[in-house]
């Protein structure tokens, strides 16, 4: 009995000492878990949002003087933009949709290339453009149609809007309730749409090196998918696994059901 007995206490803490030396499949950034302060890089220079066909952009142009730069803005409308075409609001400037040559139609100005620039470029092209008449003009540029689908293992999948120029798949996730724990940290894959050509990229969130990526922060249209576990995968398996069974035996049952009631009915 004793011998049995030490037996199950030598098992119980080889179990206990696996358990506890097992990596934490849901932390992100394992690697910074070995200091307690440090600098991750800032990167977002680098990877400035670019105007592509079918973008929607709120233009507005502004001086000192009201009246010298109020030809240059379109008429306040209601609504002002596509997606709200069917809600009442107040009457806000219109915006711009960019064409498939990557230009918008501005008053006074006319015909302005923005397709492939960021937003800096296109608000000090056109502030070099108005400036030739009006004195210390403003131009402000926003896109209006920023979005990222973000599906899979999140508390929340679903369409995430941002007037945001920097927002980073960190940010999108939140925007989500963050991943479930059966979202797989290390397989985060970012879909996006560059030039007509479709790419995907995948996102390791339990390295700090994801910050480094061209992925990290977000473009319009990206979609981010986080890969369920094997955890998740099993149960669902499992799950379609009873549910066959359970409609195989139903069938087997009212068959039996049905065989019955005839032989009953022949045999009376």
């Known amino acids: 009995m ?3 007995l030490l037996i199950v206490l030598i098992a119980a803490a080889t179990l206990l000492s696996c358990t506890s030396t097992k990596d934490n499949n849901l932390a992100y950034f394992k690697d910074l878990a070995t200091t307690a302060h440090g600098e991750l890089p800032d990167v977002k220079g680098n990877y400035p949002i670019r105007i592509q066909p079918d973008d929607e952009l709120v233009i507005s142009v502004s001086s000192s003087v009201p009246q010298a730069t109020a030809a240059y803005n379109v008429p306040m409308d209601n609504p002002a933009t596509r997606s709200s075409i069917l809600n009442a ?3 806000r400037t219109q915006t711009y949709i960019v ?3 990557g230009d918008v139609m501005m008053p006074v100005l006319g015909r302005i290339h923005v397709g492939g620039k960021t937003i800096p470029e296109i608000s000090s092209m056109i502030t070099a453009k108005v400036a ?3 004195k210390d003009p403003y131009v402000r540029v926003d896109i209006v149609n920023f979005s990222i689908d973000v599906l899979g293992e999140v508390r929340n999948p ?3 809007v941002t ?3 920097y927002f980073t ?3 999108a996730l939140a925007a989500c309730g963050d991943l479930t724990e059966f979202g797989r940290r290390d397989q985060v894959y970012v879909i996006r749409t560059e030039d007509g050509h479709r790419a995907y990229h995948r996102l390791d969130l339990t390295s700090s090196d994801v910050f480094n990526s061209p992925y990290f922060y977000m473009r319009q249209n990206d979609v981010v998918y986080v890969e369920p576990n094997k955890i998740r995968i099993d149960n669902s398996k ?3 696994n009873n549910a066959f069974k359970l409609s195989v035996i139903s069938t087997v049952v009212s068959s039996v059901s049905v065989i019955a009631s005839l032989i009953i009915a022949l045999t009376r």
């Open 2 to 4: 004793k011998s049995r």
């Open 89 to 91: 609001s107040q009457p």
């Open 99 to 101: 064409d498939e040559q």
């Open 132 to 134: 030739e008449n009006v």
């Open 158 to 160: 679903h369409r995430v």
């Open 163 to 165: 007037g945001q120029q």
């Open 169 to 171: 798949v960190l940010d």
């Open 238 to 240: 499992y799950n379609q």
